[in-house]
T-cell receptor, first 113, second 114 residues
Framework: QKEVEQDPGPLSVPEGAIVSLNCTYSNSAFQYFMWYRQYSRKGPELLMYTYSSGNKEDGRFTAQVDKSSKYISLFIRDSQPSDSATYLC?????????????FGQGTTLQVKP | DVKVTQSSRYLVKRTGEKVFLECVQDMDHENMFWYRQDPGLGLRLIYFSYDVKMKEKGDIPEGYSVSREKKERFSLILESASTNQTSMYLC?????????????FGAGSRLTVL
């Protein structure tokens, strides 16, 4: 079993839809949770990060962590064609400089105009 | 903006060749990483370095080595390339932000080994 599981999709939605992207994990020691966005033929870029449980909002994006269920989500409101990309969740145990990130395999999202 | 620059975007090499992938970051980050990204497998950590001349093995170091002679530069070396090393290679550097180890990635180097 992988430490972090993420449905690879692809997920196709119409413009304006609310998108929900999810990851589950098995290591209860994870404390730091991140979402990266990767456009085609580019490297991943950080979207959001959260510590422990709770919600965090940034514009149209909301990250949610439920540690009791070992489940994290990224919601995208009013999705746009420019949101079409692969979304990777990542998480780590510690806060040290060498805190190793474990990535999900990524979910490919397509937002159709 | 932090920049992580990977010198080669696309490379085609033959089995048995020695391959160098170069990565430079311009924000004085202590930590640097090499990942490979494959469909269905996601990102897998090959090696990382938390200081000049220091290196640590990641999850899949076999067939690779690294060099970090200067803080800003981290090189990945394939001593004898094989077809199963055909992949996208991503370099990253990091700082710790509010306790989280936040990685900044380069654009990637797509290597094909024939």
């Amino acid at each position: 079993q992988k430490e972090v599981e993420q449905d690879p999709g692809p997920l196709s939605v119409p413009e304006g839809a609310i998108v929900s992207l999810n990851c589950t994990y098995s290591n209860s020691a994870f404390q730091y949770f991140m979402w990266y966005r990767q456009y085609s033929r580019k490297g991943p870029e950080l979207l959001m990060y959260t510590y422990s449980s709770g919600n965090k909002e940034d514009g149209r994006f909301t990250a949610q962590v439920d540690k009791s269920s070992k489940y994290i989500s990224l919601f995208i409101r009013d999705s746009q064609p420019s949101d079409s990309a692969t979304y990777l969740c990542a998480m780590s145990v510690g806060s040290s400089n060498t805190g190793k990130l474990i990535f999900g395999q990524g979910t490919t999202l397509q937002v159709k105009p | 903006d932090v920049k992580v620059t990977q010198s080669s975007r696309y490379l085609v090499k033959r089995t048995g060749e020695k391959v160098f992938l170069e990565c430079v970051q311009d924000m004085d980050h202590e930590n640097m990483f090499w990942y490979r990204q494959d469909p269905g497998l996601g990102l897998r950590l090959i090696y990382f370095s938390y200081d000049v001349k220091m290196k640590e093995k990641g999850d899949i170091p076999e067939g690779y080595s690294v060099s970090r002679e200067k803080k800003e530069r981290f090189s990945l070396i394939l001593e004898s390339a094989s077809t199963n090393q055909t992949s996208m290679y991503l370099c990253a550097s990091s700082l710790v932000r509010a306790g989280a180890n936040v990685l900044t990635f380069g654009a990637g180097s797509r290597l094909t080994v024939l």
